[in-house]
């Protein structure tokens, strides 16, 4: 069956930097767009940031722009986002996503068009 683990969240301060990873088995990875959502306490799920399968076209959501790079390495099955310069409003549980997209260079930002999600991974920035 398909599972996507995140790992590298954590409790870090305001100014530091994280490194979040995804690793995808059972599926072919390459076939997948890749995205990471956040959902902090007592609020829905956010788009934070997305890759296309060949990882040619990523997309930011405005809060992580300049602050976040998403990228791929689909020889490993893994995706993973950079996040430097966190703030406490970084503060949520942040999972990765994937959405079936072979070849296709346009990037979804609904969370209801992902097929696949990860259990997640905290991460808690403190001021």
């Known amino acids: 069956q398909v599972q996507l683990v995140e790992s590298g969240g954590g409790l870090v301060q305001a100014g530091d930097s994280l490194r979040l990873s995804c690793v995808a088995s059972?599926?072919?990875?390459?076939?997948?767009?890749m995205g990471w959502f956040r959902q902090a306490p007592g609020k829905g799920r956010e788009f934070v940031a997305g890759?296309?399968?060949?990882?040619?076209?990523?997309a930011y959501a405005e809060a992580g722009k300049g602050r976040f790079t998403i990228s791929r390495d689909n020889a490993k099955n893994t995706v993973y986002l950079q996040m430097n310069s966190l703030k406490p409003e970084d503060t949520a549980v942040y999972y990765c996503?994937?959405?079936?997209?072979?070849?296709?260079?346009?990037?979804?930002?609904?969370?209801?068009?992902?097929?696949?999600w990860g259990q997640g991974t905290p991460v808690t920035v403190s001021s």
């Open positions: 996503a994937a959405d079936y997209r072979p070849r296709i260079a346009v990037l979804r930002r609904s969370s209801d068009e992902y097929d696949y």
């Open positions: 059972g599926l072919t990875f390459s076939n997948y767009a």
């Open positions: 890759i296309t399968w060949g990882g040619g076209t990523s």
